[in-house]
């Protein structure tokens, strides 16, 4: 749940202390000049074209949001697991409205939607909840190093900005994919997937126009009046009239034309053209895949043999997708929330993944039969504390 209501209460402006920045920063600055940036693109387009209106983005998206927030995140204190800890009593229950899962879902859904996502932290000293920002809703605000000095979180109107507490420490958390032409947001999938996007709901549209025409392509009516005479306007309007009401649309498919008067049906057979339609949509809903990371075949998209089989297909997806995502996210978490909890370390806990498993029982195979190494050193290789 995006809980706009909380982030625009409750938060007092403070100023950034100061801090030793990178030389580089400067130059940054001088872009910006410490007002607010929007997203670079249109969100709202790209939501509604891509994620509400396209099964195939739908579904990448859906994908690898679910399987990331269902990894789930523990706490090391000390190099020593602890579930009894406050912080991992924050991120299993983040804010009374959200369990675990359906947080990460928010975030990890933001960051393919738009390439960023956006958490804030709620309470005094350390945290007591955690609630996500709509990505569309916030901007960044360069400082005079060039780098982020707060967040400005704005609906119907209405603004506030998020700043840093004085001990220098940033409320809002904000996790992006990386952009190679932008400083201060990422590139999500979805923009990156535009073009191929844009073909596969065209190939869509066309199909269901066929359909609505009988369910074939289109003829011409040709007419042979002899002597070069043609239909008048009058005639012309009354054929095209009859032929709207009469034949078009799929309730009216197969019923037969009359024609008279000179009037012929010259029916139009299908082309090369046509025929590579299917394939056409096809290629463009594996480039989608392709740039969310999700094997064509989980999507049971044909013409993809890269993979012997689906439970191959589903382990890479899992190694190559979604744990690179949860580190990800937990290094990010680590490093947010790391000053508020000291001593922790948050982790993806990978080894919870059945889809790893066969891959966890090579490792620990190879191990046990590695009788040169010490019990310590296979248990630190297996990824096991001493």
Not at 127 to 142: S, T
Not at 245 to 259: E, Q, S, W
Not at 283 to 299: D, K, N
Request: with cysteine.
């Amino acid at each position: 749940m995006l809980n706009w209501r909380r982030a625009l209460t409750g938060r007092r402006r403070t100023a950034a202390p100061e801090i030793k920045d990178s030389r580089t920063g400067p130059l940054i600055a001088l872009t910006s000049a410490g007002r607010p940036r929007w997203t670079p693109r249109d969100y709202a387009s790209l939501a509604s074209e891509g994620f509400m209106r396209n099964a195939v983005v739908y579904r990448c998206v859906r994908m690898v949001a679910e399987a990331a927030a269902s990894t789930p995140l523990v706490v090391f204190v000390d190099g020593v697991r602890r579930e009894d800890h406050p912080l991992a009593r924050l991120l299993a229950r983040p804010n009374p409205e959200q369990s675990s899962a359906e947080w990460l879902e928010t975030l990890y859904g933001g960051l393919q939607t738009a390439g960023n996502a956006y958490a804030e932290a709620v309470g005094e000293g350390a945290p007591e909840e955690l609630w996500a920002l709509r990505p569309d809703r916030v901007k960044v605000v360069p400082g005079r190093a060039g780098w982020p000095e707060a967040y400005e979180y704005s609906v119907d109107g209405r603004s506030l900005r998020i700043g840093r507490e004085p001990d220098g420490w940033m409320p809002v958390m904000h996790l992006k994919l990386f952009h190679p032409v932008d400083d201060h947001y990422g590139l999500s999938p979805l923009e990156a997937a535009a073009g191929a996007i844009d073909v596969h709901n065209a190939s869509g549209a066309w199909n269901k126009a066929l359909l609505d025409n009988a369910a074939r392509p289109s003829g011409a009516l040709v007419y042979n009046g002899g002597d070069g005479e043609r239909l008048s306007e009058a005639q012309f309007e009354a054929l095209r009239a009859q032929i709207d009401d009469v034949h078009a649309g799929a309730l009216n498919a197969g019923r037969p034309m009359i024609l008279e008067g000179g009037l012929d049906w010259k029916p139009m057979s299908w082309t090369p053209a046509d025929m590579d339609f299917i394939a056409g949509k096809h290629a463009a809903a594996r480039e989608i895949a392709l740039a969310f990371g999700v094997a064509p075949q989980l999507l049971g998209i044909p013409g993809d043999a890269t993979y012997s089989n689906y439970r191959e297909a589903n382990a890479a997806f899992w190694r190559g997708t979604v744990a690179p995502l949860a580190r990800k996210a937990a290094a990010a978490l680590t490093g947010w929330l790391g000053s508020r909890f000291p001593g922790t370390r948050i982790e993806a806990d990978l080894d919870a993944v059945p889809a790893l498993q066969p891959e966890r029982d090579a490792l620990w195979a190879r191990l046990e039969a590695a009788s040169f190494l010490t019990v310590e050193e296979r248990r630190r290789m297996a990824g096991v504390g001493a």
